[in-house]
């Protein structure tokens, strides 16, 4: 079942398969673009276009080619248009034109430029991606410059997978249809319930309703996940979607917050060469002596994270610890990251969680890259693999009840997929 969702950035959209019916805004000209998608029509044909009986192919015009200019680091607009042979007065004429062309103000590295040229190699249009959704259109009519923009067709279309794990994660992705960018979104949003290297095992199985995203009519990538269930070792684990403050969080079906105040551990790791040990024998120093973190194996460079939202309260090399930061969080609580190969962030600095701190490495006193991790509370060494982590922004009460009727249907749907695909897999 696909249930179709229409995300309106700002236009009434409609005509899922013909994929445009654009409404001219009033101040736009009819610019008759070359389109690059076979069922984009000028505006005027949007309403023929609706009744499925118009034979568009014939009607457009030949396309025009863009001449594409990709933003380069350290380029402004003003060396673009230079580089391009435009004058300087053509800039200064289109930023004059109204607010849409503010936008080009804010270029970055990477953005897209189109142009197209009259016979004198002036500029005739050019073509701006302001966003995923948006072009800014300037066009020269002959006379004067028209600034515009354009919405392209957004769609996001729900759909709906399973999968069981025989070897990995990933590989069970692949099978039921994921990316791998929507595998790691997944294993993020149980990251703090389930360790996703050392936990998972054959025979787990994952559901889940998530949402595509189409731009004129081809996918452009993956939106969010609405609902998922993970069964880890015969126990259930279950994700909402919710939104808070036009954000969205993920909670279980009690309303707990799969989040927690804290990241179980604060990397993406190999494998954990050595665990939170009081009576550890010392490889290199030959001696028992305490371990009072985790190991955690991974290449040199892999990133570290904050585990959760302080203040930098060391940031600094020694010959024991290498490169190696500590950070003070609430509720007295603090976390230690030793052999970092690189720091990135300063004693005194806040710090969100999540955020890059520094990058695994050997330094200090280290056989192989490997982040050393602790966690003490109230001064005291914990197990970071299982002392019981405090949770993140729990429900409200009158949040709690729009929360259980949302989440009502979506768990439905998903017992319905868990249903249907336990049928599928016991039956020949
Ligand atoms: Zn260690």
Do not use: C
Request: glycine content about 8%; proline content about 4%; charged content about 25%.
């Amino acid at each position: 079942m696909f249930a179709l969702t229409l995300i309106a950035f700002g236009l009434a959209l409609g005509g899922l398969e013909s994929g445009s019916n654009e409404e001219a805004p009033s101040q736009v000209i009819s610019l008759d673009l070359p389109e690059r998608h076979a069922f984009q029509s000028r505006p005027d044909q949007a309403g023929a276009l609706m009744t499925g009986e118009v034979d568009i192919s014939a009607d457009i015009s030949p396309l025009e080619e863009w001449e594409e200019i990709t933003v380069r680091k350290g380029q402004s607009l003003d060396g673009i248009f230079r580089q391009q042979g435009f004058s300087a007065r053509t800039l200064h004429e289109i930023m004059a034109l109204n607010d849409d062309t503010g936008q080009l103000k804010k270029i970055r590295p990477g953005d897209l430029f189109e142009f197209q040229r009259f016979d004198d190699n002036s500029l005739k249009r050019m073509r701006y991606a302001v966003d995923e959704a948006r072009y800014l259109i300037v066009e020269h009519d002959g006379q004067q410059l028209h600034a515009s923009t354009e919405t392209r067709d957004i769609v996001t279309q729900t759909t709906e997978t399973s999968g069981s794990i025989d070897s990995s994660l990933f590989l069970a992705g692949k099978k039921a249809g994921l990316s791998d960018n929507m595998v790691m979104k997944l294993a993020n949003l149980f990251g703090w319930d389930i360790d996703f290297v050392l936990d998972i095992r054959d025979g787990d199985t994952f559901h889940l309703i998530y949402e595509k995203v189409y731009r004129d009519g081809s996918f452009l990538r993956d939106g969010e996940i609405i609902g998922a269930t993970f069964n880890n070792q015969g126990e259930k684990f279950q994700a909402i979607r919710f939104e808070i403050d036009g954000r969205s969080q993920y909670f279980a079906p009690d309303g707990r917050n799969m989040r927690k105040a804290f990241l179980r551990a604060p990397l993406n790791f190999s494998y954990i060469s050595s665990n939170f040990n009081p009576k550890r024998f010392h490889p290199i120093l030959k001696r028992v002596k305490a371990h009072n973190g985790i190991d955690y194996r991974a290449p040199k460079g892999t990133p570290v994270f904050a585990a959760g939202d302080g203040k930098v309260i060391q940031s600094a090399y020694s010959k024991f610890n290498g490169h190696h930061v500590f950070i003070q969080h609430a509720n007295s609580i603090v976390t230690k990251y030793l052999h970092f190969t690189n720091r990135t962030v300063k004693k005194g600095q806040r710090v969100k969680q999540g955020e890059v701190i520094g990058y695994v490495g050997s330094t200090g006193l280290a056989q192989a890259p490997h982040l050393h991790y602790e966690f003490l509370l109230n001064g005291v060494h914990r197990n970071p693999r299982t002392v019981s982590l405090p949770i993140a922004n729990p429900l409200g009460e009158a949040e709690l009840g729009d929360f259980r009727r949302q989440a009502a249907p979506i768990l439905t749907q998903l017992g319905r997929l868990e249903s249907a695909s336990m049928y599928a897999s016991s039956s020949p």
